[in-house]
């Protein structure tokens, strides 16, 4: 099972001023109000007595589902990820930022709080302050000499190169609307390959579908959600998630907001 954060973070409608040197995270997951912290939770969907309930997700094979917890400042960007797998922590990030929100450091420690890898940042910016680039340096255990660089265009990001030493290996490219939400991701090799091309939809602002297709443009799967609860301040807890016309999963979302 892919990892399900970035559809987390496309459900929402991606909404920013013109006026901000970058988007904040607040703005990319389009979560309302004076957000503190957001959990999201993953069950297995299923069918019982006629009525469609949520049940643990089994972890035990080679598919597993990661739980996010995001924990954001007052300024609206993540200052730590959390990931879970069946409620146990497995890793978590700590972000540090200038006061221009750019990225600083990254740091990566696993659940008992060892250091496992650091990640410096350089950004450059327009003549307007937007962000135009940003590429960030990891070094750590089995991961040194790695790299990200990102392109942004009008504050969205439309591309991203990961690579080792001089080596290019994955290129991701992002295809917005007019409303800033990603409508097609693909994914490609070092060479320009496509691997994954993904095609999303939205309804009143939120992701109702994704498809996926394969690299000779076959469809390889259609998800599709439906949005059941939503909190005081129009931020929703609950989505359905079929896939291919079958039931998928359940997901809901814990949200603290500051007072």
């Not at 389009?30 to 939770?41: A, E, I, P």
């Not at 443009?217 to 059941?228: E, M, N, V």
């Not at 929703?236 to 907001?257: H, P, S």
Request: proline letters at 0%; glycine letters at 6%.
């Amino acid at each position: 099972m892919r990892n399900l954060f970035f559809i987390l973070i496309s459900i929402v409608l991606f909404n920013f001023s013109s006026q901000s040197v970058r988007k904040t995270d607040l703005d990319i997951t389009n979560l309302k109000g004076n957000v503190k912290s957001w959990k999201t939770f993953q069950y297995k969907a299923i069918e019982k007595n006629g009525k469609i309930e949520k049940t643990k997700v089994d972890n035990s094979g080679h598919s597993v589902s990661v739980d996010n917890q995001l924990e954001f400042d007052k300024n609206g960007m993540i200052t730590e990820q959390r990931k879970y797998i069946s409620d146990n922590l497995v890793h978590k990030f700590i972000y540090t930022y200038d006061d221009q929100l750019n990225i600083l450091n990254k740091d990566l420690y696993d659940s008992s709080g060892n250091l496992l890898a650091e990640s410096k940042f350089e950004n450059s910016h327009n003549l307007k302050g937007e962000l135009i680039e940003e590429i960030e340096f990891i070094t750590g255990k089995n991961v040194t000499g790695n790299w990200t660089h990102k392109f942004f265009e009008n504050n969205n990001e439309v591309r991203k190169i990961e690579g080792w030493g001089n080596e290019a290996s994955k290129i991701f490219e992002y295809t917005y609307d007019k409303n800033g939400r990603v409508i097609e991701e693909i994914w490609k090799s070092s060479n320009g390959e496509i691997y994954i091309k993904t095609i999303r939809e939205y309804e009143n602002g939120n992701l109702s579908l994704e498809s996926l297709f394969d690299s000779n443009d076959s469809l390889i799967s259609i998800s599709r959600f439906k949005y059941l609860d939503f909190d005081h301040e129009n931020n929703w807890t609950k989505i359905l998630v079929t896939e291919n016309d079958k039931l998928d999963k359940i997901i809901e979302a814990k949200i603290e907001y500051y007072n």
